[in-house]
T-cell receptor, first 116, second 112 residues
Framework: GAVVSQHPSWVICKSGTSVKIECRSL??????MFWYRQFPKQSLMLMATSNEGSKATYEQGVEKDKFLINHASLTLSTLTVTSAHPEDSSFYIC????????????FGPGTRLTVT | QKEVEQNSGPLSVPEGAIASLNCTYSDRVSQSFFWYRQYSGKSPELIMS????GDKEDGRFTAQLNKASQYVSLLIRDSQPSDSATYLC????????????FGKGTKLSVKP
């Protein structure tokens, strides 16, 4: 399967600061990437769909001004959590793929964010 | 009605047994179905995809799809303790975006 990386793997930040998470597709070009959030013992929740060269599509209830997504190239999408609060502490996971007939998505290793 | 439903478990099977994981979905236009394995604290890993009615086998894993019944399952033969994880069923939402809808997952425990 395809390889997707994320950086950083974990981050601790203070309340009110911003954090940027990078998602890279290493061996294929991804015109579409997806950002998920997962709270402990809960399922994956899709936050937004990131499209190269255009604005992201956010799921209902996700604040687009708080979770800034940039997909500037075919191999890189970034998620910036602005003015982070403790309730934003979660496991953030990106995936790439979802194209063509197969719609297979390959996940990055995830970023664990802790806001203190 | 939830879009993708799974029994949350935990499902406990002895080592060497067959583990059977089930999933139902509500959107009849869905065409692509996936099983992901997620170990605690890790991200999901794609283990099976299925697009047509019937069975698809890959090693110890067999996915089964019945679109008429809106049902997809995963069988794990000769279960190993290393198979202990949460298994997520995912269904494509339809349309060109390729968005997946995930079930809440079934936690599988394989006892030595």
């Amino acid at each position: 399967g395809a390889v997707v990386s994320q950086h950083p793997s974990w981050v601790i930040c203070k309340s009110g600061t911003s954090v940027k998470i990078e998602c890279r597709s290493l061996d294929f070009q991804a015109t579409t990437m997806f950002w998920y959030r997962q709270f402990p013992k809960q399922s994956l929740m899709l936050m937004a769909t990131s499209n190269e060269g255009s604005k992201a599509t956010y799921e209902q209830g996700v604040e687009k001004d708080k979770f800034l997504i940039n997909h500037a190239s075919l191999t890189l999408s970034t998620l910036t959590v602005t003015s982070a609060h403790p309730e934003d502490s979660s496991f953030y996971i990106c995936s790439a793929g979802g194209q063509g007939v197969s719609y297979e998505q390959y996940f990055g290793p995830g970023t664990r964010l802790t806001v203190t | 009605q939830k879009e993708v439903e799974q029994n949350s478990g935990p499902l406990s099977v002895p080592e060497g047994a067959i583990a059977s994981l089930n999933c139902t979905y509500s959107d009849r236009v869905s065409q692509s179905f996936f099983w992901y394995r997620q170990y605690s604290g890790k991200s999901p890993e794609l283990i099976m995809s299925i697009y047509s009615n019937g069975d698809k086998e890959d090693g110890r894993f067999t996915a089964q799809l019945n679109k008429a019944s809106q049902y997809v399952s995963l069988l794990i033969r000769d279960s190993q303790p290393s198979d202990s994880a949460t298994y997520l069923c995912a269904v494509n939402r339809g349309g060109s975006q390729g968005n997946l809808i995930f079930g809440k997952g079934t936690k599988l425990s394989v006892k030595p």
